[in-house]
DNA sequence: ACAAAAGTGTTTTTCTTACACCCATGT
DNA sequence: ACATGGGTGTAAGAAAAACACTTTTGT
């Protein structure tokens, strides 16, 4: 809905500043791959409540801005890269219950947002200190940032599933072993290389060859040949992550 | 994030009344089967703007509510039923674009929820006019809500493939025809019997026999088994969707 | 007797899985 | 030479799709 009276609660008359105001933020959960391993950005908060401690990333929707354009902006300050334009942004969900921050009350959009390489971040606006982190050791965090990080890790990984999201984990080229590393990061087990590249490759649209030469893999190994993100947006049919042992009957 | 300082826009005194502020809000979008249709509960705006038009239910987020709480509050209200604390209701997602009410500022939180059988809605609250409505004659509806509703579609429809969600369109004991014609109706084709039936009882948790005896399905044909919804909430291996004409290379 | 809906069986095809094996490069 | 990672092939098994057929009810 939007405005309007229901419940006998509500105001009709729209005095906006008669009623107790929300604060509407948004959260961000950037994940990215380093060295192998799913690492998050994390701030640490300069004063109370939670001082000294890591929290994601995040801040105020303008009065003028979409939660969405707020988010851009925030993961534009707070990583301090130059183009956030192309770097996958997606809602996640709200987090609004009343007593989620102690001081007033603030509903949050929260936004999971997947990037490729990882510069340190350049530690942007006032967050007194910006970082990467791993995922594993990431918490304690601030307020319920424990869960909105472990939604964002659970949403990621169902998406990678039955949508082709792994690409945004990849530099702009990429080969299939980094591809299948993302998966492998993220779902936290190991892939069979052959299966995996036969599923990708059968998958129209989700990659594409890159007509120039092979590249080196880092020394060691045969030059992999390169790929780029395809078109489509969702796997058919789905890449499904291999049956943990002891779930299935 | 919560109230705190960043980009040098947002205030850190917390004067909860000097900055405009937003008004938060739930819209729902309630569906059920009838008659083999998917059908929407609408409410009807008495006053402007979009006098006249239909729109999703909604309310206010009261002070001391989470978004969670208030949906089901209003879910209550509109539908007249006394009972809601069983009915499926999942957050879609928070739309906030600064222009969508003309009024003033109103972020929305936006819910599913699915109802098994379908009283006649008893127009609680101030509403001047609830009612259930066919899903593909429902727009066009006030503010963004046709918007809304396509995607509380999609996303219905994206999870009877990997989730147990189809029951909550059913009623407590069920045939395993009602179940497939819900996913019949959400998704919009015809299912092959033996296969859907194989697919449901081969998923552990899905479904479990009533013991009881069975059921007529209304007349003709043989008596149906009934069953129960399972304790299962994914569904593994998923139940795709068959393909459309056209989309696969 | 017939229509309608539930339920069972079977065959064909497709996909997944688990490997074995070869290729190209750096050390 | 050999370790390392990329890439291809293939045969066994599992799952899905298509369809024929039987059962039990109401009219």
């Known amino acids: 809905m939007t405005a309007r009276a229901t419940g006998g609660s509500a105001p009709e008359g729209y005095d906006k500043h008669a009623f107790e105001p929300f604060a509407v933020t948004v959260d961000l959960a950037v994940l990215t791959i380093r060295a192998g391993a799913l690492d998050v950005l994390l701030v640490e908060r300069g004063q109370e409540p939670y001082a000294g401690r890591w929290a994601l990333p995040g801040g105020f929707v303008l009065p003028d801005e979409s939660a969405e354009t707020a988010a851009r902006r925030e993961l534009a300050e707070e990583t301090g890269l130059a183009d956030v334009s192309g770097l996958h942004l997606e809602q996640l969900r709200t987090y609004s219950e009343p007593g989620r921050d102690p001081r007033m009350r603030v509903v949050s959009v929260a936004f999971t947002a997947l990037l490729p390489d990882a510069p340190e971040p350049r530690g942007g606006g006032d967050a007194a200190e910006a970082r990467w982190r791993p995922y594993d050791t990431a918490g304690p965090l601030a307020f319920d940032h424990d869960r909105i990080l472990a939604d964002a890790h659970?949403?990621?990984?169902?998406?990678?599933?039955?949508?082709?999201?792994?690409?945004?984990?990849?530099?702009?080229?990429?080969?299939?072993?980094?591809?299948?590393?993302?998966?492998?990061?993220?779902?936290?087990?190991?892939?069979?290389?052959?299966?995996?590249?036969?599923?990708?490759?059968?998958?129209?649209?989700?990659?594409?060859?890159?007509?120039?030469?092979?590249?080196?893999?880092?020394?060691?190994g045969k030059p992999a040949a390169l790929y780029r993100a395809g078109t489509a947006a969702a796997l058919h049919p789905p890449l499904l992550r291999p049956p943990r042992e002891g779930s299935p009957a």
């Open 154 to 220: 659970e949403r990621v990984g169902a998406q990678l599933e039955y949508s082709c999201l792994a690409t945004a984990f990849c530099p702009p080229e990429f080969t299939l072993g980094e591809l299948q590393q993302v998966y492998e990061t993220v779902w936290g087990g190991t892939l069979d290389r052959p299966n995996f590249r036969r599923k990708v490759l059968a998958t129209p649209g989700f990659v594409e060859p890159v007509p120039g030469a092979a590249r080196l893999t880092g020394g060691r």
